[in-house]
């Protein structure tokens, strides 16, 4: 397993990176339990999770995944093994059943993390992240910004003096933004140098063969700013592992379950995913492995984050960080790009 280093941090992250947003949901306390032990034996020391997963969020389920990983912990005794990312909800209709208030102030912030220490049986995060603005910004799937419609958005600077608390208490180590703009990364950015508050490391949005829209902005921010990378979705819920292919609905999978999950089903994703899966074919490569080495070699990525539901996938999926792309095969995925830009943002 490749390590990669997060720069303004002492952590040093496998280049897989293990999700867990199935435990919960589709995955048992025992199947969860069983990938951590097979990825941390692997080498993964990198694990990712929310306090609102697993997804969908329910509920009935809200909160799990969180529990489940804390279980393990407390069976194997191995909390210094990992390196452990969450996540703070933010604003959204969807999610009233995580906590009563979402907005990023002080005062959800700190029951945010107070629950999520609980839950995850650890003293400390290593890296906590905001898992979406708090502020309206184009999200899972939309394409359009509009403005705000009143002023009850927190501002960032409120936002980091409360996250420079837990810093300092030791509670959080590190500090990572998700779903972000680049103009939300500069912020943040900018109020932490001018400001002298902790400064961000990491963001975690989605990027896979099917949007590439981090590649606009935010992957020059990374190289310029020293920012890693953790990208979420590398195989767009599946649909990069040609599951779904020639309209496929195999019973249990995630898209086969849940029809609300249409982020990934945009114009022209078929046409592209066939293209995708010729180049894996005439190079003799895996659709899946294909999508997450290229992604691998990336140079804004610390960790890419892969999700299983099965042990097969889950082996698979590791495999991947062994396999260098040909410079052939690159060029032949950027030419798929040009026909078929961003299908699915």
Known sequence: MEYR????????VSLIGLGTMTWGEQNTEGEGHEQMDYALEQGVNFFDTAEMYPVPPMAETCHETERIIGTWFAARKNREKVILATKVVGPGPHVTHVREGTRHNRENIMKAVEGSLERLQTDYI????????????PLFGTRDYSPPKSDETVPIGETLTVLKELVDSGKVRYIGLSNETPWGAMKFLHLAETLGLPR???????????????????SEICHEEGIRSLPYSPLAF????????????????????WERFARYNGPNSDAAIEEYARIADEAGLDLAQMS?????????????????????????????????????????IDTVHHRFPNPCP
């Not at 280093?5 to 040093?12: A, F, K, T, V, Y």
């Open 5 to 12: 280093e997060i720069p303004h941090s002492d952590l040093r």
């Open 126 to 137: 290593d890296l906590y992240q905001l898992h979406w603005p708090d502020r309206p910004v």
């Open 200 to 218: 961000v490391v990491t963001i975690q949005n989605s990027y896979n063969l099917l949007n590439r829209t981090f590649d606009s902005g935010l």
């Open 238 to 257: 599946g649909r990069l592992s040609g599951k779904y292919r020639n309209g496929a609905k195999p019973t249990g999978a995630r898209l086969s379950i």
């Open 292 to 332: 997450l080495a290229w992604i691998n070699q990336r140079h804004h990525v610390a960790s890419n984050l892969i999700g299983a539901t099965t042990m097969d996938q889950l082996r698979a999926n590791i495999t991947s960080a062994g396999i260098r792309l040909p410079g052939e095969v690159r060029k032949a």
